[in-house]
């Protein structure tokens, strides 16, 4: 017997809702099967953390895969979705943050971008054209802020789940570098980029299936432009995660992207979705 597609669709966000929370409260029971320590097995690697088995990191991932491809801005979904996979990417992405000396410092520092962290007044004043205040307009014109990043859970290793953090605090930082707003397209060219340059799974899948929530006009331009541009300048960039943002406010935002090597946008979009040619 044939489902619509409406019962469908509820019956995998149900299972995808139900799977995600079996795993969480199977993980909280089985820590707190194990007694609690003064300092609490539950938050044992670091504030937060959930400890998860193999079994239940699948689960994880399958139930908020779905629930993400269904809805890409369920942003809960997605964190966990690259918790429970991005193991691999992480630690290769922690190495290259160690074989560079500005990335060094951030694993040491440790660094967060959090508004309570910048000096919004000062920003203001840089000069158009810097860092600071091309990202201070970029939060300003989609009407984003840094503090709604969640906290990561489930990565099993404190250090990469500081690199997981940072990746995720800097997301409106690439926004930014690459003049994308957060509409679908800008976002889909944004996963583009990050997915050459991190090889986190779930960028490579917001890569692969976000474009087909496109209009075929906006397929066409990420297709014929934004998209190689995305890919190429991903591949070639040098690590973006090794970038003290922090330390680089006043630093012009087309200095930035010849040192890190990421080529100009080839289209101007508005955060309504329109396009423009960039200008040369």
């Known amino acids: 017997m044939l489902r619509s597609p409406i019962v469908a669709g509820r019956t995998a966000r149900f299972w995808s809702v139900s799977s995600v929370s079996l795993a969480v409260r199977s993980g909280r029971q089985q820590h707190t099967d194990l007694g609690s320590p003064s300092e609490g097995q539950y938050d044992r690697l670091y504030r937060g953390h959930i400890p998860t088995s193999p079994l239940q990191k699948a689960l994880l991932a399958v139930g908020s895969g779905v629930a993400a491809l269904q809805d890409p ?3 809960d979904m997605v964190a966990v979705l690259g918790e429970t996979t991005g193991h691999l990417a992480l630690m290769k992405l922690r190495d290259r943050m160690k074989s560079d000396p500005e990335g060094y410092s951030i694993l040491t520092e440790r660094p967060r971008i959090r508004l309570s962290t910048l000096d919004v007044s000062r920003m203001s004043t840089l000069p158009d054209g810097s860092l600071g205040r091309e990202y201070l307009r970029f939060l300003e014109d989609n009407r984003v802020t840094p503090d709604t990043r969640a906290e990561v859970k489930f990565v099993d290793d404190e250090e990469l789940a500081y690199v997981m953090q940072r ?41 692969a299936l976000g474009p087909l929530r496109l209009s075929t006009s906006r397929m066409q331009k990420l297709a014929t432009s934004l998209g190689p541009w995305a890919l190429r300048s991903g591949w070639q960039s040098h690590c973006v995660l090794s970038v003290f943002y922090e330390r680089r406010w006043e630093q012009s935002l087309d200095s930035l992207r010849e040192e890190l090597n990421i080529e100009a946008p080839p289209l101007t979009l508005r955060a309504s979705g329109t396009a423009a040619p960039a200008e040369s």
């Open 73 to 75: 801005y369920r942003h």
């Open 167 to 207: 990746y995720r605090e800097v997301h409106d930082l690439m926004h930014t570098l690459l003049g994308m707003p957060t509409n679908m397209l800008g976002e889909v060219a944004v996963k583009l980029f990050e997915a050459a340059q991190t090889g986190l799974p779930m960028c490579i899948l917001g890569a």
